[in-house]
């Protein structure tokens, strides 16, 4: 979560970044959104978004290493949860994690 809102802070120059979350009972599962209305992601790079070392510039002198978003989707599976982005019809990107509930347990204090 904390990459993609990373993410989204750096490719919303303007317009808003909102974080949501869901739980669907009845598929015990937890949804987690991070929605921006920042650039989007662009066609050639959506399909490999979550692979090792793929980035797009916030600006030709700032970037990463691409690989935020390959440990997220690892750590998301770890959970065996999945992880997708897509872009919003109207403007910028959603990073979409979903995540199994177990509810049977209670967390641990």
Avoid: C, W
């Avoid at 669907?24 to 987690?32: A, C, G, P, S």
């Avoid at 793929?54 to 290493?65: I, Q, R």
């Amino acid at each position: 979560m904390e990459n993609a809102l990373a993410n989204a802070i750096k490719f919303t120059k303007e317009g808003s970044i909102k974080a949501e979350t869901r739980v669907f009972q009845d598929k015990n599962r937890l949804v987690i959104r991070v929605i921006d209305t920042g650039e989007g992601i662009p066609p050639d790079v959506l399909p490999r978004l979550f692979d090792k070392f793929v980035t797009k510039d916030a600006a030709k002198d700032s970037h990463g290493m691409g690989l935020g978003l390959f440990i997220s989707r690892a750590i998301v599976a770890g959970h065996r949860g999945g992880i997708i982005a897509y872009n919003n019809p109207s403007r910028g990107a959603t990073i979409e994690i979903a995540l199994p509930v177990d509810g049977n347990r209670q967390m641990e204090s």
